[in-house]
DNA sequence: GTCTATATGAAGATAGAC
DNA sequence: GTCTATCTTCATATAGAC
């Protein structure tokens, strides 16, 4: 984005004690995650929000500046919980609970239509690309590799580079229903497919799980 | 697409024929690949082509038909081979030099675009989506998993269910680093990931190789 | 068929009253 | 601080001459 996306207008304290900027906010978050940046207008966020046009500018510089705040505010909400934690069960429960609390995260429609739209806008604000894959996909990522590294020596793993072994592992949880759903041709995949999408990355890093 | 994809103005031959008319569509191409639906202007397509504007429209009804026409040609043209022949040689040697077939066209600069302007513009162009999945995607997915399918029996390979067995090895080679191509963080992966990567995703189908 | 010039409309941003 | 009303810009699309 051309202004920092991480300080949109305001300070830290102004954005959180001013409750019409947090409605403004919701709306234009609403509106631009289903109409993305080019087709989402003020009079639309302003309509949504209750307020008049006036009062957007006066808390938003402009449109990009708006949208820099709600992004920001959704990046920072990707990976709310910590991550550790999940990882303390022996191998096959902590990889099957972590990638439980991965799929529901990536298949969030929150979650999908931001993917939409950093995707549609990273060439028109440069850092957006960067500061989205960081608060996601990146930390995903790393928690999982930090605990590949931690269990390197344990024979039940098949482990080759942590990191590589953690992209492959997310990947293959990824893969490409979520692309169909991206592409808006699937709504959600089914339970059976997940398990099995599951089951395919688990095989794929753990020795020994049969066929 | 509002209009059929699949028939942007005028026939078949009349699209052949008209020099000035593809002089058009590889403009209107360039422009729409680097700025995106909104970003682009019919002045800019004009300027490029050479022509006049009014030429532009005498051509394409409007900017969406203009818009069908180019994704038109960029799906049609993403997978150009046979791909069957690639299938021929021992397991190994055959997955390897699908693999390699494969990367080079996901990380071609000009599928990373049109998959790029595909996500943004699928919620405007409700056909696009599937359009576009299957000239490329799906198209990959059934060559490969009818391979699986006629290998099925065969030990050296690990399948579980063809199709899933070719969207995972297909996932594994676009994986994260295809992400961060598309949010413009990395221009093009190293020889060394793409070659880990096809590692990678051989290992996950066949068996007994090695680590 | 192609051009120059223009109409139309939408949307970002602002002026000034209360 | 918030509103109504307005300005300005610019891109799509068209009219009419050659």
Redesign the pocket.
């Known amino acids: 984005m051309r202004k920092a996306i991480e300080h949109p207008t305001g300070s830290r304290r102004a954005r959180r004690g001013d409750a ?1 900027r947090r409605t403004i906010l919701q709306a234009a978050k609403a509106v631009f995650l289903k109409s993305g940046f080019g087709g ?4 639309a966020v ?1 309509s949504r929000a ?6 957007v ?3 938003f ?4 500046d708006l949208f820099a705040g709600v992004i920001t505010e959704l990046c920072e909400q990707i990976i709310d919980d910590k991550l550790e934690k999940l990882f303390e069960k022996a191998p096959r429960q902590a990889l099957r609970g972590f990638a439980q609390k991965m799929v529901s995260i990536l298949y969030a429609p929150e979650t999908v239509e931001l993917h939409r739209i950093v995707v549609a806008e990273c060439l028109r604000f440069p850092k957006l690309g960067r500061f989205f894959y960081d608060s996601g996909p990146d930390a995903s990522i790393t928690a999982l590799a930090n605990y590949f590294a931690r269990n390197k020596t344990n024979p039940k793993f098949r482990i080759v580079d942590p990191r590589r072994s953690a992209e492959e592992f997310l990947e293959l949880l990824r893969g490409y229903a979520h692309l169909r759903v991206l592409l808006g041709i699937e709504k959600i995949p089914t339970r059976q497919d997940i398990a099995s999408r599951i089951d395919g990355a688990i095989r794929h890093v753990l020795i020994g799980t049969g066929k």
């Open positions: 019409k989402t207008t003020m009079d302003a209750g307020v008049s046009k006036m009062t500018y006066r808390h510089t402009d449109k990009e």
